[in-house]
């Protein structure tokens, strides 16, 4: 009697063949090629140059502004505002949606038209762009002011600084 | 014996021509007729047999075909609407008051483009409502359900990137609100801001991707979506009506045959 190869029996469904590795290797790799491509979509979909307005905004001469008073600049997004202790500036963009802000004068305070939040510009014991009321979750933002070398106001819309730092001229 | 126009029609499905366009031939037989639906690539999607209480105003209201209806008209004006626009920061804001004021029936494409995605919008809805009420979303009915609210929400973004398109003072800060309220997601909404605008701000590039939003990737996904929903009515056994459903007639049939039993 010819001898018997001996084959340890496999539990059905547990077999490592060719057909299995195969199987793994193509779906490896789809998977691989399915995390690049979604990868490399993702940073093709994210702009490396962005031509959007720099951030630094040139105000123009200290003298220009009186004291106590607001200015609104819509194009840039930002209040250059004189106060006795100095220059501050506060950016114009609402924190709740994003709505550009208006000074009112006869109310002496920051209203946003959208959905109607209010913030203090002049009013004693409280920090200017604090929240009056409305919807908007964080007071406007105080902005870094500088002085340029040619003596103009500059501030940089990228940069937040504490509240109640003023810029002495 | 005079010609009916039937006639003409017949003789006309008989011609060689008409033959090799349409694979249906002649005859108003039951199997023409529902080769007639079978074998065209459009209208294979539906059942090649309904019965005639499924298409009475009262079940549906038309309200699924309507929405269809001004989809087709959105495509009919969009696309002219696109020979006439630039997606670009100088031109957007004057191409759409050329449409509206220089460019012959431009006025009449841009309302009816216009009205039409209101339409759109509500009908959605209606519809939505429609079928929620009557329980046609139930089994076998669930998944035709699911992309019935994908197709609401390619609706609901067709209609936000197309608001940005006129690029006036509305557009501009509907996108600047509806964009921050995205940037609200936990943890990737500033991710999310930035790669809807391209950029941290609306511009040339978010005009530019809403603009091939609404006009490409938008359009051609909801086609897809609404093929698929008009294929699964007949996979799911046509229109939902409740005296047809198999449930209802078997419950029906056994009171009757006891009745008939008694009596």
């Known amino acids: 009697m010819p001898e018997q190869k001996k084959i340890t029996p496999v539990e059905p469904g ?61 194009n840039s997004g930002i209040y250059l505002i004189r106060a006795q202790e100095g220059f501050f500036s506060l950016s114009a963009v609402c924190t709740h949606l994003g709505c550009m802000t208006a000074w009112k004068p006869e109310l002496g305070i920051i209203a946003c038209p959208c959905h109607g939040s209010k913030f203090y510009v002049f009013e ?29 106001l500059m501030v940089d819309r990228s940069k937040q600084i504490e509240p109640m730092t003023f810029k002495k001229v | 014996m005079a010609k009916t126009i039937t006639n003409y029609f017949d003789e006309l499905r008989g011609t060689r021509v008409w033959r090799s366009i349409f694979r249906s031939g002649t005859g108003s037989s039951t199997l023409h007729r529902a080769l007639a639906i079978q074998q ?52 957007a804001y004057a191409d759409t008051k050329d449409l509206q004021f220089v460019v012959s029936s431009g006025l ?86 930035f790669l809807m605008l391209g950029g941290n701000m609306v511009n040339a590039n978010a005009l530019l991707r809403f603009y091939v939003l609404h006009c490409m990737i938008l359009p051609l996904v909801a086609i897809l979506f609404v093929g698929v929903h008009f294929w699964r009515i007949r996979k799911d056994g ?11 007639v078997a419950a029906q049939a056994v009171p009757a045959a006891v009745k008939g039993v008694n009596s």
Do not use: C
């Not at chain 1, 105000?59 to 220009?64: Q, R, T």
């Open chain 1, 124 to 152: 004693d014991h409280k920090i200017p762009g604090a929240k009056i009321e409305g919807p908007a979750p964080r007071p406007l933002p105080w902005l870094e002011v500088s002085l340029s070398d040619e003596g103009d």
């Open chain 2, 238 to 248: 046509g229109l939902y009506a409740h005296q047809s459903e198999p449930g209802t």
């Open chain 2, 108 to 193: 009449f494409l841009r309302n009816l483009h216009r009205w039409s995605a209101h339409a759109m919008v509500f009908l959605v809805f209606a519809h939505m409502f429609k079928v929620f009420y009557r329980g046609a979303y139930r089994t076998p009915r669930e998944f035709n359900w699911v992309i019935g609210v994908i197709l609401l929400l390619i609706t609901l973004f067709l209609s936000y990137t197309g608001y940005l398109l006129p690029w006036d003072q509305l557009a501009f800060w509907a996108i600047t609100v509806g964009s921050n309220i995205a940037s609200a997601v936990p943890g990737m909404g500033n991710k999310i801001h």
């Open chain 2, 40 to 91: 065209n690539v459009f209208l294979h999607l539906f059942s090649t047999k309904v019965r005639t209480r499924m298409l009475s105003f009262s079940t549906t209201w038309y309200l699924g075909t309507l929405t269809f209806g001004t989809f087709l008209i959105l495509v009919g004006t969009g696309i002219p609407l696109m020979f006439y626009y630039h997606p670009s920061v100088p031109q």
């Open chain 1, 14 to 74: 547990k077999e490592f063949d060719r057909r299995a590795f195969f199987v793994k290797m193509g779906l490896g790799s789809l998977s691989i090629a399915a995390v690049g491509t979604a990868a490399f979509s993702y940073q093709f979909l994210s702009p490396n140059v962005l031509y959007e307005p720099s951030p630094i905004v040139n105000a123009g001469k200290p003298e220009n502004y009186a004291v106590d008073s607001v200015t609104l600049d819509v």
